[in-house]
Nanobody, 115 residues
Framework: QVQVVESGGGLVQPGGSLRLSCVVS????????MGWYRQAPGKQRELVAR???????NYTDSVKGRFTISRDNVKKIMLLQMNSLKPEDTAVYYC?????????WGQGTQVTVSS
């Protein structure tokens, strides 16, 4: 079973920045598209950003221009740089494959944007 471990969340004021990291134990990490997902209280989990094996990126409209997804295939790490954070970005953030694998959810990392 593939293990994913997310980190980097925290409490930040509106307009602030955070960088999330995800380490993936998958040996063939470089072959797969990956995604960052988030789930806010009372809402369904949503795809925030995804990156293909070749580095092509795609973002949900609400984070375009503010978030940047990247990956390091040698270290098997995926990153999410989040700038100009808004209270509506508050959620638990998860990394997973794209399309997602139900058996590959990690614990997630909490991001709280509040003054």
């Amino acid at each position: 079973q593939v293990q994913v471990v997310e980190s980097g969340g925290g409490l930040v004021q509106p307009g602030g920045s955070l960088r999330l990291s995800c380490v993936v134990s998958e040996g063939f990490f470089s072959f797969y598209s990956m995604g960052w997902y988030r789930q806010a209280p009372g809402k369904q989990r949503e795809l925030v950003a995804r990156i293909s094996s070749t580095g092509r990126t795609n973002y949900t409209d609400s984070v375009k221009g503010r978030f940047t997804i990247s990956r390091d295939n040698v270290k098997k790490i995926m990153l999410l740089q989040m700038n100009s954070l808004k209270p509506e970005d508050t959620a638990v953030y998860y990394c997973n494959f794209y399309p997602l694998r139900e058996d590959s959810w990690g614990q997630g990392t909490q991001v709280t944007v509040s003054s």
